[in-house]
């Protein structure tokens, strides 16, 4: 069908002065609308940056508190501890007169209970000081040898008193090391206290010895060409692999038992303690384990060029 040529000049006319300014209105309109819904859009991504700021300030103020609170609690209760081990030690010294054998028991049992409170408060102190970035490192030169045989013999009554074994072997050319005495103690302990703790029956076996293959994460970050490995042995039940890395993080434990259960039952503090006491040091703490194989938690220590 032909359409009359005379029709195009009136059509032509339609769309100019019809068509086109009511097309042009109607995107006009439709950017107003997706403007107004971009400024809607860009006034709660910034109530929402706000709300966010003001949560992350509040979570710190919140963390402060905490750790000032930890801290300040930590002080208070090192006061009346160290009272009742002070007249602990008056009455053994037999200052008040001598003790019966029926008395010394109970004395013995205050004593023991007064050390075990001692290490919590000991260790939410140091959890709080490491929050606070306020952990004081103070390296000294440490012969390893009579170091880690002091150790052993004082975590050897707690082993006995559940029938474990100790044994340390050390390597032969055993160097001496940078670190700080009483966090290297307390590492020590944490790890030992806590294979002597998840061990029914067996061995708690340590080894000491030096390695120029780190192995941990922190120790491959390093420019440390030797590392001091301290490992730490038992024959428990083991870690199932989704639990190990949970474990190192704070009031986090695997198989506690019941709260009943005081000898399985801890703060949870000892293990992230242990590592971050470690990190400080520059080192690491790692673990291997297998479930029904047992756990190796291995203290990972740098040696300098004089060590």
């Keep these: ?8 000049p009136h059509s032509l006319d339609w769309f100019l002065h019809i068509a086109l300014p009511v097309l042009g209105a109607i995107a006009v309109f439709f950017m107003a609308i997706a403007i107004r819904r ?5 006034a709660s991504n910034a109530e929402r940056s706000r709300e966010l700021e003001r949560l992350s300030s509040e979570l710190i103020r919140s963390n402060r508190m905490k750790s000032e609170f930890l801290a300040n609690l930590s002080h208070e209760l090192r006061t009346p501890l160290n009272a ?18 029926r008395q010394s028991v109970p004395v013995e049992r205050i004593e023991a209970s ?32 009579p170091f880690l ?34 966090h290297l103690r307390q590492i020590l302990i944490n790890l030992i206290g ?78 992230p303690i242990s590592r971050r006491l470690a990190d400080a040091m520059g080192g690491d703490v790692t673990l291997e384990s297998e479930p029904g194989k047992g756990a190796t938690f291995t203290l990972w220590l740098p040696l300098n060029g004089s060590d």
């Excluded at 002070?86 to 008040?96: A, C, K, M, Q, T």
């Excluded at 293959?213 to 590392?227: F, G, I, V």
């Design 149 to 182: 045989l002091d150790v052993t013999t004082e975590m050897e009554s707690l082993a006995s008193e559940k029938g474990l074994a100790i044994s340390l072997t050390l390597g032969a050319a055993l160097p001496t090391v940078r670190a700080d005495p009483t």
């Design 194 to 271: 806590n294979a002597c703790k998840y061990t029914d029956s067996g061995v708690i076996a340590i080894r000491a010895a030096v390695s120029d293959e780190p192995d941990s994460p922190r120790s491959r970050q390093s420019t440390a060409k030797r590392w001091l490995c301290i490992a730490v042995t038992d024959t428990g039940p083991g870690i199932p692999l989704v639990d190990q890395q949970r474990i190192f993080e704070e009031f986090e434990q695997i198989d506690a038992g019941p709260r009943t259960h005081s000898e399985r039952r801890g703060t949870g503090l000892g293990l």
């Design 84 to 101: 009742i081990v002070g007249f602990i030690d008056l009455l053994r010294e037999g200052v008040y007169g001598e003790l019966t054998p």
């Design 1 to 8: 069908m032909n359409l009359p040529a005379e029709l195009f």
């Design 38 to 42: 971009e400024r809607r859009q860009a």
């Design 114 to 145: 007064a050390n075990h409170l001692r290490i919590l408060v000991d260790q939410v102190l140091d959890l709080a000081k490491i929050a606070a970035g306020k952990l004081d490192v103070q390296p000294e030169t440490i012969m390893l040898r």
